[in-house]
T-cell receptor
Framework: DGGITQSPKYLFRKEGQNVTLSCEQN?????MYWYRQDPGQGLRLIYY???????QKGDIAEGYSVSREKKESFPLTVTSAQKNPTAFYLC?????????????FGQGTRLTVV | AQSVTQLDSQVPVFEEAPVELRCNYS??????LFWYVQYPNQGLQLLLK??????LVKGINGFEAEFNKSQTSFHLRKPSVHISDTAEYFC??????????????FGKGTHLIIQP
């Protein structure tokens, strides 16, 4: 089955640690995205990638980093510089960057700082 | 720049009653419009989309939406809701000026609560 897979589903991080969230898609999509979701705030764009080996900052990129070395993979690292990382993180992909196509979402990773 | 306003953060409705979830957008160019649904602790699933053509768009699970360019609105409707429709609903907009797209901008969501 084609789709987009995020792992892990739940993640706990200690203060000062970096953690990496995995996102893999087998839909052969060019574009991939990372969103952060907080209660009552909707989805905010962290980073996006229009094509492999390219990525751009979104609205709230500070404290996060990404890579796009393979078309199917777009991991997100939450660094210790992110002051308030506890949130629900959603990865998405679309056939191409121009958004007249459906974006497919993963099931999300819930990150909690302990 | 594009933006989306969902006027209601919560909408309580009795089962089998009709519902309308409101969405207004702001953009100076042509837009693509979407409604997504999110069930608890899950990702988002596309309900319907407006790209061009007929302003009345039908989606999954009996939902429909109407694009109104003059009012810059894209309200979501269902004539009779079911308990399983309880979820968070997100309106999203993407504008395409020809020189490039701004990606997808989401509203803050409306929590639809179905009461028995």
């Amino acid at each position: 089955d084609g789709g987009i897979t995020q792992s892990p589903k739940y993640l706990f991080r200690k203060e000062g640690q970096n953690v990496t969230l995995s996102c893999e898609q087998n839909l052969n999509h060019d574009a991939m995205y990372w969103y952060r979701q907080d209660p009552g705030q909707g989805l905010r764009l962290i980073y996006y990638s229009q094509i492999v080996n390219d990525f751009q900052k979104g609205d709230i990129a500070e404290g996060y980093s990404v890579s796009r070395e393979k078309k199917e993979s777009f991991p997100l690292t939450v660094t210790s510089a992110q002051k308030n990382p506890t949130a629900f993180y959603l990865c998405a992909s679309s056939l191409r960057w121009i958004m007249n196509t459906e974006a497919f979402f993963g099931q999300g990773t819930r990150l909690t700082v302990v | 720049a594009q933006s989306v306003t969902q006027l209601d953060s919560q909408v309580p409705v009795f089962e089998e009653a009709p519902v309308e979830l409101r969405c207004n957008y702001s953009s100076s160019v042509s837009v693509y419009l979407f409604w997504y649904v999110q069930y608890p602790n899950q990702g988002l699933q596309l309900l319907l989309k407006y790209l061009s053509g007929s302003t009345l768009v039908k989606g999954i699970n009996g939902f429909e939406a109407e694009f109104n360019k003059s009012q810059t609105s894209f309200h979501l409707r269902k004539p009779s809701v079911h308990i399983s429709d309880t979820a968070e609903y997100f309106c999203a907009v993407s504008d395409y000026s020809g020189g490039g797209a701004d990606g997808l901008t989401f509203g803050k969501g409306t929590h639809l609560i179905i009461q028995p």
